[in-house]
T-cell receptor
């Protein structure tokens, strides 16, 4: 099992461009979580998805950010019209069931730099 | 509001010395707490969870509900323990998301 995969590992965008971050969960996992780590801060929850459904998006900024987890393919975190404040490391985690006792396994992260 | 606090940003000890990384939480429900570790250039990985009550790589952590703490301890630190350590609280009534502390960087000197 290759573990949680994220790509790209590093992404550079200019202000106003779009950023697309991909997350492939571990085999058999249907629960995906996205977290953001701003410089000098801990990880902050953004969104929780199951296949084709957004379960909890309470940590997502209200504008420019969206996430999906289609029936086929990876989960995508999309940031439109990026600004410098979006520069951060974005981590995704996957789990088997989302229930008590379950473990979230993390990907290596995508480091987004906005110029 | 739910919160996890790790008061030390950096903890530096000598090899063989005892280590305690502090973690306090604020949560009105039944907590499930974790310690994650991130070694240099590696991904975040689970170190231990309170429900398992196990010892991993010599580390232990006990949940103290009275003090709302989940401190990570190791009696004799090793150089390979140098890493970032994150304490996390899982909220099952909110979809299972993790609330992380700010992290403590442990540096074990030879």
């Amino acid at each position: 099992n290759a573990g949680v995969m994220q790509n790209p590992r590093h992404l550079v965008r200019r202000r106003g461009q779009e950023a697309r971050l991909r997350c492939s969960p571990m085999k058999g996992h249907s629960h995906v979580y996205w977290y953001r780590q701003l410089p000098e801060e801990g990880l902050k929850f953004m969104v929780y998805l199951q296949k084709e459904n957004i379960i909890d998006e309470s940590g997502m900024p209200k504008e420019r950010f969206s996430a999906e987890f289609p029936k086929e393919g990876p989960s995508i975190l999309r940031i439109q019209q990026v600004v410098r404040g979006d520069s951060a490391a974005y981590f995704c985690a996957s789990s088997l069931s989302g229930s008590r006792g379950d473990t979230q396994y993390f990907g290596p992260g995508t480091r987004l730099t906005v110029l | 509001a739910q919160r996890v606090t790790q008061p030390e940003k950096l903890l530096s000890v000598f090899k063989g010395a005892p280590v305690e990384l502090k973690c306090n939480y604020s949560y009105s429900g039944s907590p499930e707490l974790f310690w994650y570790v991130q070694y240099s250039r590696q991904r975040l990985q689970l170190l231990l969870r309170h429900i398992s009550r196990e010892s991993i790589k010599g580390f232990t952590a006990d949940l103290n509900k009275g003090e709302t703490s989940f401190h990570l301890k190791k009696p004799f630190a090793q150089e390979e323990d140098s890493a970032m350590y994150y304490c996390a609280l899982r909220l099952y009534n909110q979809g299972g998301k993790l609330i992380f502390g700010q992290g403590t960087e442990l540096s074990v000197k030879p």
